[in-house]
């Protein structure tokens, strides 16, 4: 099990070397999780960057700020939901990895066949809900209710894109599972 961070051209574990189309899905699909991971790595350090410069305008200088706290929801946002596909592609959520060893290897492929395809359908749900409400703040201009009143489709745009990524890596996890499911015995 993997508890760290690792970047590079390192490829899933779980993930089996899969050649044509397929393959090359997966491999556009983690070069994009790279690229997102680094351009969320940056959103992080300028959250903890905004959130310390308001400490020191605040309190230091006595200047008032009344932007920080939203842009920094927003960079934080950003980060998490644009991220979930490549902890996904790592297998890094939350798993039952205590029971790998108490089934053979093909039920342990059947079950997490059934928890990529159980997971799709609650992303697939989550993420029209999140372009439902992307859509809702776009037609509305809706703006949050702070003295600053930034529009909400930052944060519902970021939201949408990063779940739309989740399930994309998910279908390409099932499509993986499904083929590879003759080469498990």
């Not at 609650?122 to 209710?145: D, I, N, P, R």
Request: glycine share 8%; proline share 4%; charged share 10%.
């Amino acid at each position: 099990m993997n508890h760290g961070l690792e970047l590079g051209n390192q490829k899933p574990t779980s993930t089996p070397p899969v050649g044509g189309l397929l393959g090359a899905l997966i491999k556009w699909q983690t070069k994009l999780n790279n690229l997102v991971l680094m351009v969320s790595m940056l959103a992080l350090l300028s959250a903890c960057l905004v959130l310390t410069l308001s400490v020191v305008l605040r309190y230091f200088l006595k200047v008032p700020t009344d932007w920080q706290d939203e842009v920094s929801v927003f960079l934080l946002i950003g980060a998490i939901f644009m991220c979930g596909a490549f902890v996904q592609a790592e297998r890094g959520h939350i798993g039952i990895s205590a029971l790998e060893g108490f089934f053979s290897p093909l039920a342990n492929h059947l079950r997490i066949l059934f928890c990529d395809i159980a997971s799709f359908t609650f992303c697939t749900f989550f993420t029209y809900k999140t372009w439902s409400m992307l859509h809702e703040a776009v037609v509305e201009g809706q703006t949050s209710s702070s003295s600053w009143g930034p529009p909400l489709w930052i944060p519902y745009g970021l939201m949408a894109v990063g779940m739309t990524l989740l399930c994309l890596q998910i279908l390409l996890q099932i499509a993986v599972g499904i083929s590879s499911k003759g080469a498990v015995k």
